[in-house]
């Protein structure tokens, strides 16, 4: 069983940065694909952004393509979401995901282990 920790949400201004991390405890994510969502107040769950387990592969949100990167250091069990240039509709909870398909997928569904999530707010 996987359990997966956020953090490094806060409140920022537009255009700042910020970078999340995911800390993953009780197994081993080295062959996991690993992926980011977010939730806005009243909104479903979206998919930011997908790795698959060794790194090769990435896949974007249209709406965050050249502003976020996705990283993972599989030998401490870490993913990281690199923010830039924030804007205030990325203001959400945001969630660290694992899957065992070899793909990044956008569907929610796809993915196994879950974390509680870190609110990210920016002002305008």
């Known amino acids: 069983q996987v359990h997966l920790v956020e953090s490094g949400g806060a409140l920022v201004q537009a255009g700042d940065s910020l970078r999340l991390s995911c800390a993953a405890s009780g197994g081993d994510i080295k062959y996991l694909t690993m992926a980011w969502f977010r939730q806005a107040a009243g909104k479903g769950r979206d998919f930011v952004a997908g790795i698959i387990w060794n790194g090769l592969s990435t896949k974007f949100a249209d709406s965050v393509k050249d502003r976020f990167t996705i990283s993972r250091d599989n030998a401490d069990n870490m993913v990281f979401l690199q923010m830039n240039s924030l804007k205030p509709d990325d203001t959400a909870i945001y969630y660290c995901?694992?899957?065992?398909?070899?793909?990044?997928?956008?569907?929610?569904?796809?993915?196994?282990?879950w974390g509680q999530g870190t609110q990210v707010t920016v002002s305008s």
């Open positions: 995901a694992a899957g065992r398909r070899m793909i990044v997928d956008i569907a929610p569904g796809e993915y196994d282990y």
